[in-house]
């Protein structure tokens, strides 16, 4: 089974100031389509999974430009430009590549 | 509007069994693969299952497998999850998840509200 590392665990943040995460996979998310398989979600308070970032940087729809993602092989960033209130919540990275899919321990995220 | 709601949640006895239901709606239910994701209470995401459109293509996760039974009634638009042989680590809220395309396998960008499974005596 393919492992999904996240660090920090925790992320206290400064409203307007920037933050990431990082993601590691055991081994490479690299599909013989040449696209990565490494899609970032975000649990808010109470709520469900919400999909953030597909394919490791594509934004889903109705998510804000200040979220962004990167990464090859078996490294993956979320960066958030300029964090706002409304941000806080679990962030997990998951990787599609093959089954089992698996997730990432989670960031939380939260306000300073 | 494109929805999905679980139910059959409830708590049951440790060795028991359980049907899981997730009702689609808003969408043509018979072009997508569906999937089912669980929280423990306190944790993180775990996926649990995966069947594809026509449910000829079935995936697990290991710590369900030949417990758990994935299906899905493409006239009731309806994915199903089986849970047999309950045990107290099944407990948590089932999420059931739908691709964000038709044909896709992953990338899951509808999630229900979830049904909560408690095994407990």
């Known amino acids: 089974d393919i492992v999904m590392t996240q660090s920090p665990v925790s992320l206290p943040v400064t409203p307007g100031e920037p933050a990431s995460i990082s993601c590691r996979s055991s081994?490479?998310?690299?599909?013989?389509?040449?696209?990565?398989?490494l899609d970032w979600y975000l649990q808010k308070p109470g709520q469900s999974p919400q999909l953030l970032i597909y394919l490791v940087s594509n934004r889903a729809s109705g998510v804000p430009d200040r979220f962004s993602g990167s990464g090859s092989g078996t490294d993956f960033t979320l960066k958030i430009s300029r964090v706002e209130a409304e941000d806080v919540g679990v962030y997990y990275c998951m990787q599609g590549l093959q089954a089992p899919l698996t997730f990432g321990g989670g960031t939380k995220v939260e306000i300073k | 509007e494109v929805q999905l709601v679980e139910s059959g949640g409830g708590l049951v006895q440790p060795g028991g069994s359980l049907r899981l239901s997730c009702v689609a709606s808003g969408f043509t239910f018979s072009s997508y693969w569906m999937h089912w994701v669980r929280q423990a209470p306190g944790e993180g995401l775990v996926w649990v299952s995966r069947?594809?459109?026509?449910?000829?293509?079935?995936d697990y996760a290991d710590s369900v497998k030949g417990r758990f039974t994935i299906s899905r009634d493409n006239a009731k638009n309806t994915v199903y999850l089986e849970m047999n042989s309950l045990r107290a680590e099944d407990t948590a809220v089932y999420y059931c998840?739908?691709?964000?395309?038709?044909?896709?396998?992953?990338?899951?960008?509808?999630w229900g509200k979830g049904t909560t499974v408690t095994v407990s005596s």
């Open positions: 069947m594809n459109s026509d449910g000829s293509r079935i």
């Open positions: 081994q490479s998310l690299l599909y013989s389509n040449g696209f990565y398989y």
């Open positions: 998840g739908r691709p964000r395309s038709s044909g896709w396998a992953q990338v899951m960008d509808v």
